[in-house]
């Protein structure tokens, strides 16, 4: 049974690859780091990704392949969950189950096919990281469209108003 397992991992991942070879690879980096930030005039220290909260919004066109970089800046270990994306074993951001959590100091690249369309959402799958400012949107085109905006709004449903000093 264990070598049927193996055998299909196998075959899996080769088609996997096949599939992706004349793919566009779209490229991210991710810095997760502490910030001081202000949220309804209090201060507090906020957990960024690039500087910001949300995360930047990252586009892709169905049948790109995402190669993301995930820098922790941080002291405490972090991980990425890709909320509604289908990724293969590995890849998608849950500590101690498909993954190890990316210490302080490391980076981890999570690359995967992009293999649907629509708008979905990344953030930290470890403690309450989420909570404290680690998640951002994905948006992900259809090979047809050929839409061009010229900002995109990450609407929340917070009242808080946050500021980062």
């Not at 066109?61 to 293969?88: C, F, K, Q, Y």
Request: some cysteine; hydrophobic content about 40%.
């Amino acid at each position: 049974m264990l070598k049927i397992v193996q055998v299909l991992l196998v075959v899996s991942a080769f088609f996997q690859m096949v599939s992706t070879v004349e793919a566009t690879t779209v490229e991210y980096d991710l810095d997760i780091g502490w910030q001081e930030i202000v949220i309804n005039e209090k201060t507090a220290n906020g957990m960024t990704i690039n500087g910001s909260i949300t995360g930047p919004t990252l586009h892709f066109t169905e049948g790109d392949l995402a190669r993301i970089r995930v820098h922790n800046s941080m002291d405490v270990s972090t991980s990425i969950h890709w909320h509604g994306i289908l990724v293969p074993p590995g890849m998608d951001g849950v500590p101690f189950v498909t993954q190890p959590p990316i210490k302080p100091g490391d980076t981890f690249t999570y690359e995967f096919p992009i293999r649907q369309s629509g708008t979905y959402w990344y953030h930290s799958h470890s403690e309450l990281q989420e909570q404290r400012g680690l998640y951002g949107s994905i948006v992900i085109a259809t090979p047809e469209e050929n839409i061009k905006v010229a900002q995109d709004r990450v609407i929340g449903s917070s009242t808080a108003t946050c500021y980062i000093i």
